[in-house]
């Protein structure tokens, strides 16, 4: 009979769940996971409620139902966040393994005078790539070049070494996120790649044993946890001859090119300064901004980066070759230094714990990348969105006229009103009839006692509007109307949209003593959400912020970083000398 089914099923689970404690019964011997004692009390505690009477009626059935229906949502309940547990654990295993001292170890060996300067080709560069390939052999990957080796040759003796660790997810394992190094350097020098002096050995720790070290590092993490996209780890060889490697990669892939949905180019990021990351390509997909800041405003293990977002794309790295062909990039850079293409390159001047931290932010930001459903597609307009016009686009807007053009001695809170110290010839409160030793008390009936009320109420005030004052010895009332200049500014901010980065928008004006001052934004600051709230692209001429009563929270990004604020109308930043 059903119930009695039912009722031996639910008798023998909850009496098992009570017996073992925590330890669920409907684990398997593969997997740890726990379900809470109190759910088995609570199930035998029903079943008490609701004992087998023998008789089959539908109340029946349906009691049962609803039991075994709970007990099996808590089994599921708890797979899921012990599931989600491991997960995380395991992420944050990957990320702590990419750490300093292996990065210094490698970095040591590679820009070792063992390796003579590892030029393309020669018996250096031949042991460094020996080096890479045992490195990659001891992590567990496979060949990616050819007929399924590690390597890929080409002209002159030269070698890419290609590794590939296999995606997660069945239907997205044939796309690629391709990450590459070059490893190669100058050898001993010439005229034609280096500033001097020449003959002496050109370790290259920073161009390119710090890029090259970072990529060991990054391979042995996707191994520990994977990626649902394959990566593909590319070392290239013969870039400082023209980037031979990528180059030919590109002519000869092993890998569909159309497969290859972003590539990352690691090259000279071992000279952290100021904990200070440029990023070029960014102009190069869809909202790469906005995922960059979020990946680096929370960083596991690591202290966020400063980071400066360059527009620049020249063809001086292996990123060049794959973005002519139409593939989106994003390149880490800390900077050229005086030791650039000289012998003076050595390993004791890496900064091994800022590489971790360009490491470890590589590794998640290709996490965070890698959640997307749809992968990146290249912008063309990346093209023609060079420096110049990153200057134009982030060049505020000039300050509005002045509203009212008057002047006041700065007062916290009077009730006398605020003593007028000027008026601007030809302006609104001139035109007004606003005299020098007039004391305003009140705009639009409002009584005005504090500079913060004063800028409050010219800043919102329509342009019609009513003056309040006490004037001369026997400190008469008079009311004046008075025509503001331009339109009411509530919050004092302007802001234009990046076509780029279409879910944030960037400040390009803040008016001073206005609530957008008081709360810390910044001309060329992208603001993310408003009130919690996204900021949702192509909303027209709609004003987000319209209607919004005060305090109004906004989370912006600021180099790289994301902050909070608030927006208040009590609020506002005190000018010297006072005036609007």
Known sequence: MIVSILDILL????????SRGRKSAFCSPLVSCDLPLEAGLLFSCMLRAYPFSGVITMRNCFIHFVIVAGIFSQILTSFSARAESTSQNRMNHAISGISSADLKTHVDTLADDTFEGRAAGTRGGRAAAGYLRQQLISIGLKGAGENGEFTQPFRRGCQNILAIVPGSDPALKDEVILIGAHYDHVGYGSRRNSYGPTGFIHNGADDNASGTAALLELAEAFTTYPCRRSILIAFWDGEEQGLWGSKHFIANPTFPLEKIKMALNLDMVGRLR???????GTRTWDSARTLLSSVNSSMVSSEPLEIIFDWEIKPNSDHHPFYKSGIPYFMPHTGLHDDYHRPRDDAHKINSVGLESVAR???QTVLEIDQLDAAPTFRPLSKWETPQAKHRFELPLQPPEKRLGLRWASVQNSKNG???TSVDRDSP?????????DRVIAFNGKAVTSDTEMQHAVFSSPASSRITLHRGKDDSEKIIDVTLRGQPLRLGLSWRQDAANPNSAMVSRVISGSPAAASGLLPADRIHSINGKAWVADQGNQNPFLGLPF?????YERRGKLHATVMSANDSVRLDPQGD
């Not at 008798?11 to 009570?18: D, E, G, M, P």
């Not at 100021?274 to 070029?280: D, E, F």
């Not at 305090?551 to 989370?555: E, G, N, R």
């Open 551 to 555: 305090p109004i929270h906004v989370t």
């Open 429 to 437: 409160a001139a035109l007004a009839g606003v005299a020098r030793g």
């Open 418 to 420: 605020l003593f007028v």
């Open 274 to 280: 100021n904990n200070s990351l440029t990023i070029y």
């Open 361 to 363: 932010f590589t590794y």
């Open 11 to 18: 008798l023998v689970a909850s009496q098992i769940v009570v």
